[in-house]
């Protein structure tokens, strides 16, 4: 069974506490289905050949409350304690990959906005040694396999929708930023 964590956040600059409460609430309900979908599992596993069809759905759901649980607990780790930016290490591979900080942040961003719900995600591809801008719709489609996941950024129009507009989308990337501790992205790289 999985415990929703919890998140202590200070005063965050451009997210309110109430965009973060139901936010939080929504975060909480992939971790309760996800222990709905393993006993629902469980239970079906008793006869494969009986329960073929239902068992194949319930393992594709489980992919997407898993993944939404996981997802949500990178994003709101990377909001906890003081907001620094990305520096060191990763910040120095960012740079020998991009050319700039800047130019992997600009690249980002605009992964970020694309059109339609999802993630923005810079993960890092250990077997070439190489970051990946991509985008993740919903939270499982799009995952690149035998990846790390080092910086995630909710895109869904429940992460910002009590703040910001779907117009504004730019505007909560940037109070993302603005509040991201980039140590806990620098330790997921390390």
Do not use: C
């Not at 594709?60 to 607990?73: A, D, K, Q, T």
């Amino acid at each position: 069974m999985y415990t929703a964590k919890k998140f202590t956040f200070g005063n965050l600059d451009g997210l309110s506490p109430k965009q973060l409460e139901i936010h939080i609430k929504l975060y909480e309900g992939y971790v309760k289905f996800t222990n709905t979908l393993e006993e629902t599992l469980a239970d079906l596993k008793i006869d494969t050949e009986k329960n073929a069809y239902a068992l194949g759905e319930v393992v594709r759901r489980y992919g997407f409350e898993f993944n939404g649980m996981r997802m949500h607990e990178h994003y709101f780790s990377q909001l906890e304690g003081t907001p620094s930016p990305i520096d060191g290490v990763l910040k120095d591979a960012l740079v020998a990959q991009y050319g700039s900080y800047e130019s992997w942040e600009k690249e980002f961003k605009a992964v970020s906005m694309m059109r339609g719900i999802g993630w923005g995600i810079l993960s890092y591809d250990e077997t070439n040694k190489h970051f990946i801008n991509h985008f993740v719709m919903d939270h499982e489609l799009g995952q690149l396999n035998n990846t790390k996941t080092i910086l995630a950024l909710d895109m869904w129009e429940h992460a910002f929708m009590v703040d910001y507009t779907p117009a504004e989308k730019a505007q909560y990337i940037e109070a993302f930023f603005k509040n991201l501790n980039g140590n806990v992205a620098s330790k997921r790289f390390s």
